[in-house]
């Protein structure tokens, strides 16, 4: 490990000497949040998350550089998942109880509101948690702490959304010890880049603060925001060409004339908190908070019956799927080229057929003789809710030892819950949908394993009904922790420890007629007891150059998420289907870095080691060779993180600043996992212990590689440009584990070239991007501050760079191309202009 | 604070006007209805003209390009699995198969409006298909649950007009060779055989992927319902349910025995003490004994001993199924004042006192005399788990007689 720590360092030192501008800095420290995915950008049910806005405002030269440059490519620092960064709001962790990862969203345009904050990246000390492996974002509400004043501003953008309006107003802590703010924004688009796409939000902010002594304060924050949003889908490459777009998007079609997309996620989870600020003397404080969060979550989605795949991306409706000269194939080359309804959705079709489909139900709602007659629909549009409630208590305790010792100690407490379950948002001019499972139906002919909800089978559902699955997700937590920093002369020394308990389980509010013994009522509580260890060195050669050194050693109780087999319908934990117990995650971590600090030039240059043992993989997808669909549950998962990171920035005179950033890193599976494959409507374990062969393969779906270049010019008279060369290079598509099994390469014979086509992983080709940024503000009298600020992204219209990919699970090894891949591109330019009016 | 107050008023007016030209998505105008176009209307057997007028000529399929329409009714769909992404509709001059684009849609018993239009009919090896069937383009639905009655037929009387059509193949029973195989193997189709006792034969064509796949074939003959097909010259039978499969006869030639009992194991005088049965005194210590009757027939026999006696004969747990029936002989001498009865029960325990369980009488004729040898006739039983008791009654000093002979039960024919 260290030989490759030294090899990472010499490659930085080899490389172009960079650098970049930086804000005065008191303490040099390591700090690597993690990167995600921007707004709009994701596919599936998943809340939006934008990081990047967070990481801007770092320390740290690198990590800010990042966040800014290298988001647009889903650059993600060190490879790590963002459930790796904790994101706090006044000291209330608000990562999300299943997964850990935190929703941005769930204050999204609330960029005023939410401006202040604190960002300790990567394992050093922080003063209001102990952290995660990406470090802490504690973004401050009180209301003492915003600008005393009014601002008002508008944006132009086209991303996700087009246009934002926002207004924020401050009094500043006022005479009578009282202290207002609020904020209020709007953010829609009738259609975003990518067609089909659109986005309505509105948020809101208030925070209210009395400071009651000079010891105690008081502040209530109330805030919410309010996003509707039709997303954007993935496609295969030859949808892409097809299409002629490389932002294809099969989610929507023209109803009346007029587009629908099918997916639309609609949320809105206010947050009320309620905290308290105890200045105990002068070298005690004691911060509570209490939180409540609720509200509702939810992505429609298009389900059908009885009919074929109305999706018009389904594999079956494109050329590839017949041979080459076949008339098919010509025909439909024909239609995906050249008639845009035929690769959309055609939602008055589905109006027609929804209005004509006779059915009977006998025996409706289970009551004996009662058969209704009417249209059954054969197209809906569900909305797949998930709804959440959750209560936060935390109390972190600070003592300052002495002018160079500090302690801080704390304990949080967590109550959650969210509601799955699906109701019918639109029957689509039909008079109700029959709750069965329909692929239940397929493999038994028994009328009550094909039930959903076995105490009310056969029941005709309306739109704003409950059914499908219904269940609640629970999950309960406490943690306490000390940590204490201690600052010499010649070195710095922290170190901490964090003891956590864990406990979840699952309550089936509907009895599925596969499951009727294991979907319904509360299943067994799971309970797990973790504890972290942390600590760091600074040593200081000189005030000039230091050497930093950090460490952590931490246990991770696995999440809901990964922990049931398939939750929607029944409380199978994926131990009662792979025979071993449930373990937590155990995460090692280290890293190293130099760091260089003058007046006109800053370099930090940081290796680091990181693993991940005993991880859970688990999805859901239809298994070619099973015939079926499977649950399959990868565990016993390793992952290992290594690389090295750069930054550097050089102040060039009074008004330029040269900076630079590079990350170079390996994020590789480090072992062979087991397999267990279920099947989904039954208790079948169709495979298992199936050894899968990705040691050393990439976890891919990020660049490995990124670097910037840039220049900035900060001209006297308030106005400032600047440009940035970003490079992106190592992306590696997501794997699908299945294929790298024996299983899969058996009836191959050993030169086989399609053997190596399965085993194979695809790596894609590299892309650079230029942005410009700039801006200038206006003094005017009486004090008031007219400005703008606008970043052009990805000037060179670079439209064919592809960011992502990920190979699809349901493949066939006889033809690997059946299934293809599918891809992200990056948007070509993309603009936010923003002007703003300060008073 | 007012200031506060009126720069907040402003700020909400402000985003209330902005949500208002945001909300842009929340509805969609529903498309118009739209009729379903009927065009003509034509029957089954005009659509049969149009192939002999224009395919068989020419042998290429025909395609339908304008708005001709038919009025038919489901028999079958492709719920079961036995076909798929197919269905078979008739009306009263025919039936024919549709072969749909996707699986599903239309379902046994929906009274349909069929358009034509983008159809292609033409023949699969001599059975006539419409092919390309749209279910949302091409059928509107008029009612549902019209279950069309089959048509009872004989192997032998079965002819074109009824392919494709919903039948009842009676009197059949599956060759010696299928009995006891399943229905089909995993993922492939399978050729079945029935037979009648005049020995002509039918095809019954079997899908793996069928919810009936794995299911025995039976033993017995009986009837079959089930739409027919035609693959060459081969009339073939698609099953279009397992329930519709009721073969519960004997097969040709043959008397089915479940359980017989000619009591030639007994000793004279000497009480009954077959495995499995009970023979019982309930009042009084008498029991049914062995007996031998004129011609060297060996019997059962029970005697009162003047005094009050119930005695019970139990026959050992039956397991009936469908079309069963019992018949048996008795011969009887000086029963005035005596009764005996065959009685049957699902909730007797086995034990020695059946008295304590709920028995039913079975309506048999009983002798009253020496005189002949007196047939039970033919009692039905019910289907289940049952016992079976004779049960003997007499006053005292009655002296009465009862012989009881050939018991069997058996599958009617």
Same mark, same amino acid.
């Given at each position: 490990m260290k030989r490759y720590l030294l090899l990472v360092v010499a490659f930085f030192i080899l490389q172009n000497i960079i650098s970049q501008e930086v804000d005065s800095v008191s303490t040099p420290a390591v700090q690597i949040p993690v990167i995600t995915l921007t707004e709009s950008e994701l596919d599936g049910d998943i809340q939006d998350y934008d990081v990047s806005g967070l990481l801007?405002?770092?320390?740290d030269v690198f990590v800010r550089n990042a966040g800014y440059n290298f988001g647009q490519a889903r650059y993600r620092i060190r490879g790590?998942?963002?459930?790796n960064m904790f994101v706090l709001i006044n000291g209330i962790k608000v990562n999300d109880?299943?997964?850990?990862?935190?929703?941005?969203s769930n204050w999204g345009g609330l960029n005023d509101a939410t401006r202040n904050e604190v960002v300790t990246s990567g394992l050093s000390f922080s003063d209001y948690s102990f952290g995660g492996l990406g470090g802490v974002t504690n973004i401050i509400t009180? %209301?003492?702490?915003y600008r005393k004043g009014t601002s008002i501003s508008y944006s132009l953008a086209?991303?996700?959304?087009?246009n934002r309006a926002m207004a924020t107003y401050s009094t500043g802590m006022m005479d009578n010890g009282w202290a207002f703010t609020v904020s209020a924004s709007a953010r829609w688009a009738?259609?975003?880049?990518? *067609?089909g796409t659109f986005y309505e939000g509105l948020a809101y902010f208030g925070a209210a603060e009395k400071? $009651?002594?000079?010891?105690h304060s008081l502040a209530l924050t109330a805030f919410g925001s309010y996003s509707k949003s039709g997303r954007a889908g993935v496609a295969t490459l030859e949808a892409y060409e097809l299409s002629g777009?490389?932002?294809?998007?099969?989610n929507w079609g023209y109803q009346n004339g007029e587009v629908r997309n099918a997916r639309v996620g609609t949320y809105h989870q206010p947050r009320f908190l309620l905290s308290h600020y105890w200045q105990i003397d002068n070298t005690m404080k004691l911060t509570t908070s209490a939180s409540y969060v609720f509200g509702r979550g939810g992505t429609t989605a298009l389900n059908w019956y009885d009919? %074929?795949?109305?999706?018009?991306?389904?594999?079956?409706? /494109?050329?590839?799927?017949?041979?080459?000269?076949?008339y098919m194939y010509t025909y439909l080359t024909e239609m995906w080229k050249n008639n845009e309804s035929y690769r959309q959705l055609d939602w008055d079709s589905f109006y027609y057929a929804n209005r004509k489909n006779l059915y009977t139900i006998k025996n409706?709602?289970?009551?004996?003789?009662n058969n209704l007659t009417g249209n059954r629909a054969k197209y809906i549009i569900e909305e797949r809710r998930n709804d959440l409630s959750r209560i936060d208590i935390s109390s972190v305790f600070t003592k300052?030892?002495?002018?160079n010792a500090k302690l801080v100690a704390g304990i949080n407490y967590m109550s959650h819950k969210t509601h799955y379950y699906k109701v019918i948002?639109? $029957? $689509?001019?039909?008079d109700w949908w029959l709750d069965i499972d329909q692929f239940a139906e397929r493999d038994f002919s028994d009328d009550f394993i094909i039930q959903n909800d076995i105490d009310n089978p056969n029941r005709a559902v309306k739109e704003g009904d409950i059914f499908g699955y219904d269940y609640v997700a629970n999950v309960n937590s406490g943690d306490a922790f000390v940590q204490g920093e201690a600052k010499f002369s010649k070195i710095d020394l922290f170190g901490g420890i964090n003891l956590s308990y864990t406990e979840f389980w699952r309550k089936g509010n509907m009895r599925n007629g596969k499951f009727p013994e294991t979907s319904g009522g509360n299943s067994s509580k799971q309970r797990f007891f973790d504890y972290a260890l942390k600590a760091g060195v600074n040593y200081k050669i000189t005030g000039r150059h230091f050497i930093l050194l950090n460490g952590i050693y931490s246990t991770r109780a696995p999440y809901f998420s990964d922990a049931y087999v398939s939750p929607r319908t029944r409380d199978a934990l994926i131990s009662d289907v792979t025979g071993k117990d449930l373990v937590s995650e155990k995460i090692f971590s280290g890293d190293l870095s130099y760091y260089y600090r003058s007046p006109i030039l800053q370099v930090k240059i940081t290796g680091y080691w990181t693993e991940f043992r005993d991880g859970i993989q688990s999805s859901n997808f239809y298994h070619d060779e099973l015939k079926t669909f499977v649950n399959y549950i990868m565990t016993d998962v390793d992952q290992v993180h290594y690389g090295g990171e750069f930054g550097m920035e050089v102040?060039?005179?009074? %008004?330029f600043v040269l900076t630079g950033a590079a990350g170079y890193g390996k994020y590789l599976y480090n072992n062979r996992p087991n397999v267990t494959i279920a099947q989904d409507n039954s208790?079948?374990? $169709?495979? *298992?212990?199936r050894t899968v062969y990705?040691?050393?393969?990439h976890i891919g779906g990020m660049p490995e590689l990124a670097a910037t270049l840039g220049l900035k010019y900060n001209a006297p008279k308030y106005w400032f440009i600047g440009i940035n060369v970003n490079y992106f290079d190592q992306i590696y598509v997501t794997l699908n584990?299945?294929?790298?099994?024996?299983e899969m390469v058996?009836? /191959?014979?050993?030169?086989?070239p399609q053997i190596d086509e399965i085993l194979g992983q695809e790596k894609l080709d590299p892309g650079f991007t230029i942005d410009l940024f700039g801006g200038k503000s206006w003094r005017l009298s009486g004090g008031y501050t007219l400005g703008f600020t606008l970043s052009i992204n990805n000037i060179l219209n670079?439209?064919? /760079?592809?960011?992502n990919g990920f190979e699809q699970y349901r493949f066939d090894r006889t033809d690997i191309n059946k299934f293809p891949s599918k891809y992200y591109y990056m948007y070509g330019t993309s603009y936010f202009l923003n002007l703003y009016f300060r008073f | 604070m007012e200031k506060i107050t009126y720069k907040i008023i402003i700020i909400t007016i402000v985003l209330s006007a902005l949500l208002f030209s945001g909300c842009i998505h929340n509805n969609f105008d529903e498309p118009p209805e739209k009729e379903f176009p009927a065009g003509m209307v034509m029957t089954i057997q005009d659509i049969e003209q149009i192939y002999y007028d224009?395919?068989?000529?020419?042998m290429r399929p025909y395609k339908f390009k304008d708005d001709f329409s038919v009025y038919a009714v489901v028999t079958m769909d492709d719920k079961s699995g036995n076909i798929y992404k197919n269905a078979y509709i008739q009306d009263a001059t025919k039936g024919i198969n549709l072969r749909l684009?996707?699986?599903?849609?239309i379902y046994e018993g929906d009274s349909i409006l069929l358009n034509l239009r983008d159809l292609v009919l033409s023949d699969y090896n001599g059975m006539l298909q419409l092919d390309s069937v749209h279910v949302d383009n091409n059928i509107l639905k008029l009612?549902?649950?019209?279950?069309v009655v089959p048509e009872k037929v004989r192997i032998g009387q =079965?002819? #074109?007009?009824?392919?494709s059509r919903l039948i009842e193949v009676e009197d059949v029973q599956f060759i010696n060779s299928d009995v006891?195989? =399943?229905?089909a193997n995993p993922d492939v189709s399978e050729n079945r055989t029935l037979e009648n006792c005049n020995g002509n034969t039918l095809i019954v064509r079997n899908s793996?992927?069928?919810?009936?796949?794995?299911e025995i074939i039976p033993r017995y003959r009986g009837s079959i319902v089930g739409v027919l097909g035609k693959y060459g010259t081969d009339y073939q039978l698609y099953i279009r349910? =397992? #329930?519709?499969?009721k073969l519960v006869k004997p097969r040709c030639g043959e008397v089915d025995t479940i359980f017989s009992e000619t009591f030639d194991e007994t000793v004279r005088d000497v009480p009954i003490d077959f495995t499995g049965w009970k023979n019982i005194?309930?009042?009084?210590t008498i029991k049914w004994v062995g007996t031998v009757l004129s011609g060297n027939n060996p019997a059962a026999q029970i005697k009162n001993d003047e005094n009050e006696n119930t005695s019970w004969l139990i026959l050992p747990k039956q397991t009936i199924s469908e079309n069963v029936a019992m018949k048996f002989v008795t011969l009887a001498y000086n029963v005035a004042g005596a009764q005996l009865q065959v009685l049957i029960s699902? #909730?007797?325990?086995?034990? #020695?006192?059946?008295?304590d369980a709920n028995w039913t009488v079975l309506p048999a004729t009983i002798a009253t005399s020496l005189e002949s040898r007196v047939d039970s006739g033919e009692i039905d039983l019910p289907q289940g788990e049952i016992y079976i008791a004779f049960k003997f009654s007499a006053a005292t000093s009655s002296r009465a007689q009862y012989f009881l002979d050939d018991i069997i039960i058996y599958l009617k024919d």
């Open positions: 801007q405002s770092s320390e790590y998942d963002n459930q109880a299943e997964n850990g990862r935190p929703y941005y009180r %209301a003492s702490e086209n991303k996700n959304y087009r009738k259609e975003g880049y990518v *067609k400071k $009651l002594n000079d010891h777009d490389n932002y294809y998007n099969p009919a %074929a795949d109305p999706r018009p991306d389904y594999y079956r409706y /494109f050329p590839s799927y017949y041979d080459e000269g076949d409706e709602s289970g009551i004996e003789g300052d030892l002495s002018d948002s639109d $029957l $689509l001019g039909a102040k060039m005179g009074p %008004a208790s079948e374990i $169709l495979v *298992k212990d990705i040691k050393n393969y584990p299945e294929r790298r099994t024996e058996a009836d /191959f014979y050993e030169t086989d670079n439209k064919d /760079f592809i960011t | 224009s395919v068989a000529p020419t684009l996707s699986s599903g849609g009612k549902t649950g019209v279950y =079965i002819t #074109d007009w009824h392919v006891g195989n =399943i229905y793996g992927y069928s919810n009936f796949a794995s349910s =397992i #329930d519709e499969v005194g309930e009042t009084g699902a #909730d007797y325990n086995g034990g #020695d006192s059946p008295q």
